[in-house]
């Protein structure tokens, strides 16, 4: 019998379907081993790092240890991205696998499988080194940074070579905003009869260094125009293209616009997705499909007489991008519905109608250009009227079969109705009525999750494995909450971008691309992980000193103890007092001096009142076996063992209200 090692566990009954009786399928359940938790876990100088099994892991190497034994063949079959590939090389080294074999697929169909085992491979070494030095890049500017970083502020902080830089970038869209300052300025429009409207072109009576005309006397006059006449009257036709089949970035984006998903969810939904075979890997940074896909597309199109594009359409890619898989779309784009709960499937028919529109021809308008001239104050006003009618709807056909917005970009929106008639040169015509318009000069938007991926993107900042993450982690963090479906920074985010920035390289928006090119060519072989590691930690070595000379370690000031004593055990109070990390006041209250009592009580006229009740052990579990109990701190709600002081792990409290056993409080996952 043969072994199949996939990554997630809810891939292993479809799979394991596809096979048959003469396999076996098990799960790794994601990584198995890390650094460890309490020390660097890197040895110089060649950056070596020391393994651990996770908690987790340990079981699941033991499990997996002993199907190796009956196996005949072991094949890694963990995500066909560099998190997978080290994933593989992991589980093969705990495992002491000898001639483990490799394969990778994009979608979980039985021929894609089955492709896959026909054509197995050794593991990818540069692919491991690159994820290997992303993580241990991560653990430098964690490891080495939050420490001085947490000094300077005076309370604990921590640094990340990807989040930092996303925190910074929510810190100064908010600056800009608060910063702004709107400009009032001024044009006109002229409404006639028939039902079209024409603008003034301001941009000729600008004065000297002006963006704007400020001018409302000049903006009247204009708009009082008694007659014009015809200066030009020009016809042509516009194009717009299909958006492109979805990047992990695009598809975030537009499930944000028509769906309302954040990153994170539009994630776990594609995740689902993927897993039960209906859509291809949904990390993915090409907005290209495989030749085979194409054809099936373009056949499936052409039954249902829909019009083609002459020639499959090919996109350019960002710089930077990886291109190791081909865009998200459905294994079988003759599949309508997919998905086990209403999400899912909505995100499903997203994806399937964006796929259908790529190998679409172009929507195509008539354009009607038409320019009217007035004498005014020795100067010629020209008022320019534009009409567009959809003449072949090209790929928008598709918008009649769902209301969803199939495209993300920001310039795409349609035009409204215009229907400006045909006249001729010379001809003479009056307005029917002409109004000011009063403008005023917009501050920057706050950033969307959605959009703060797009920056990110765009600035070469993470990777599409990653993008998802970052966003998850400074919210976590509360560096950044979220306002209305805005991100919005907390005093203590801006805490931390006013501190790092300037004093450390990670922050700066160009040296972290580089270091994502760099990663990027270690994993392409044009780079070593010894040299890359050695330049980034001379580099950081040097940045950590000079922050620690101008931030220099403070004694740190021990709580007050008071006179009160402790109703449960008879030891003194002290009195715990600051400013709450979220940015939403102060905390003061009275603890047991004694952490292993663990009382507390209440601030009432600054003497302790009546001891909170001590928190009932709840259903969940600890990794070492004891319930957990829910607490609250200055920082928030946590999870605590009960076996506290012996067992001091704590966890923080999820989105569905449960432990978050992946992440442990002030770990990390």
Request: charged fraction near 25%; glycine fraction near 8%; include cysteine.
């Amino acid at each position: 019998m043969n072994l199949l090692i996939l990554e997630s566990p809810g891939k292993v009954k479809k799979v394991q379907s596809i096979l048959g009786v003469d396999w076996k399928v098990a799960a790794s359940v994601g990584h198995v081993r890390d650094l460890p938790e309490r020390e660097l876990g890197i040895a110089l100088p060649d950056f070596t790092p020391a393994y651990t099994p996770t908690e987790r892991g340990k079981d699941v190497l033991k499990r997996l240890a002993a199907l190796v034994k009956d196996a005949g063949a072991v094949y890694l079959a963990t995500d066909p991205d560099r998190e997978g590939e080290a994933i593989a090389w992991h589980v093969a080294d705990a495992l002491r696998l000898k001639n483990p074999k490799r394969v990778t697929y994009s979608e979980i169909t039985a021929s894609a499988i089955q492709a896959a085992l026909k054509a197995p491979r050794p593991l990818d070494m540069a692919l491991v080194a690159a994820q290997e030095a992303r993580r241990v890049l991560d653990r430098f500017c964690g490891y080495l940074v939050s420490g001085p970083l947490s000094r300077a502020a005076g309370t604990r902080l921590s640094a990340g070579r990807v989040q930092s830089p996303a925190v910074r970038l929510v810190v100064e869209r908010e600056r800009a905003i608060k910063g702004f300052v709107s400009v009032t300025h001024y044009g006109a429009e002229l409404a006639f009869a028939g039902g079209w409207n024409a603008i003034w072109l301001t941009k000729p009576w600008l004065q000297a260094g002006q963006e704007y005309l400020l001018d409302t006397a000049l903006a009247d006059r204009v708009a009082a125009l008694p007659a014009l006449t015809v200066k030009d009257c020009m016809e042509s036709e516009s194009h717009t293209a299909p958006p492109a089949p979805f990047t992990t970035s695009s598809l975030q984006q537009a499930a944000s616009n028509a769906l309302k998903f954040t990153p994170k969810q539009t994630m776990q939904f594609a995740q689902e997705l993927y897993e039960s075979g209906h859509i291809t890997y949904m990390r993915t940074d090409s907005p290209n499909l495989s030749a085979e896909a194409v054809a099936e597309i373009r056949a499936f199109c052409q039954a249902h007489g829909w019009p083609l594009v002459d020639k499959p359409r090919i996109w350019k890619s960002k710089e930077g991008a990886q291109e190791a898989h081909e865009a998200v779309r459905p294994t079988h784009i003759g599949v309508e519905e997919a998905g086990d709960t209403p999400d899912e499937q909505a995100l499903y028919r997203l994806i399937r109608l964006r796929t259908l529109a790529s190998q679409l021809a172009d929507a195509v308008y008539d354009v009607r250009t038409l320019r009217l001239a007035a004498a005014l104050d020795g100067k010629e006003a020209v008022i320019e009227a534009r009409g567009r009618v959809l003449r072949d709807p090209g790929w928008k056909v598709l918008l009649a079969t769902d209301a969803a917005t199939l495209d993300e970009r920001d310039d795409e929106g349609d035009e409204p109705e215009n229907p400006v008639p045909m006249l001729s040169q010379g001809t003479s015509v009056s307005p029917a009525s002409g109004r000011v318009l009063t403008k005023k000069t917009k501050p920057p938007t706050r950033f969307s999750e959605a959009s703060l991926v797009r920056e990110l993107e765009n600035r070469g900042i993470g990777r599409p494995a990653t993008f998802a993450a970052i966003v998850d982690t400074i919210l976590k963090r509360e560096y950044v909450r979220v306002e209305k479906r805005q991100l919005v920074p907390t005093p203590v985010g801006e805490q931390v971008v006013d501190l790092l920035t300037g004093a450390f390289s990670f922050l700066d928006y160009e040296f972290t691309r580089v270091m994502e090119d760099n990663l990027d060519a270690i994993a392409g072989g044009a780079a070593s992980y010894r040299e890359v590691m050695e330049m980034a930690y001379e580099q950081l070595q040097q940045e950590v000193g000079d922050f620690t000379a101008k931030y220099p370690q403070q004694e740190r000031k021990a709580p007050e103890v008071t006179e009160f004593v402790c109703d449960a055990c008879g030891k003194p109070l002290v009195r715990m007092k600051g400013q709450r990390r979220d940015g939403s006041g102060e905390y003061d209250f009275f603890s047991c001096s004694d952490r292993a009592c663990n009382a507390s009580y209440p601030n009432v006229d600054g003497k302790p009142g009546e001891a909170r009740k001590k928190p009932e052990p709840t259903k969940f579990k600890c990794t070492c076996g004891k319930p957990l109990v829910r607490r609250e701190s200055a920082k928030g709600p946590f999870f605590g063992c009960s076996g506290y002081p012996v067992c001091k792990k704590l966890y923080q409290v999820g989105e569905d209200g449960r432990p978050n056993f992946d992440a442990p409080k002030g770990g990390k996952k």
